[in-house]
C-alpha cells in the first residue's frame, strides 16, 4: 500500500473513531440521565448528552477540512 494511500485510510479511521466515541458519549449521558433521581445528576446527563451531539456534528467536519487534498493549479 502506498503512503498517501495508508494516511488517507487513518484519516478515515480517526474520523469514524470520533463518530463512534461521541455516540458512546451520547448513550452514557442517556443513561446517566434516566438514572438520576435529582437535578444535578440530570443536568449534568443533559450536559454530556448535548457536548457529545456537538462533538459528533463538528469534530469529523474539522477533520475532513483540515484533511482535504488542496486543489491542483
Not at 487513518?10 to 448513550?27: D, K, N, P, S
Not at 444535578?40 to 467536519?61: D, E, F
Request: a positive charge; aromatic letters at 6%; zero cysteines.
Amino acid at each position: 500500500m502506498t503512503e498517501p494511500d495508508s494516511l488517507s485510510r487513518q484519516h478515515y479511521f480517526m474520523i469514524v473513531a470520533t463518530r463512534i466515541a461521541g455516540a458512546a458519549g451520547a448513550a452514557f449521558g442517556v443513561v446517566l440521565l434516566g438514572r438520576a433521581h435529582t437535578l444535578g445528576p440530570q443536568i449534568l446527563g443533559v450536559a454530556i448528552v448535548l457536548s457529545a451531539m456537538t462533538m459528533m456534528a463538528l469534530v469529523p467536519r474539522s477533520l475532513a477540512a483540515r484533511w482535504r487534498t488542496p486543489p491542483q493549479p
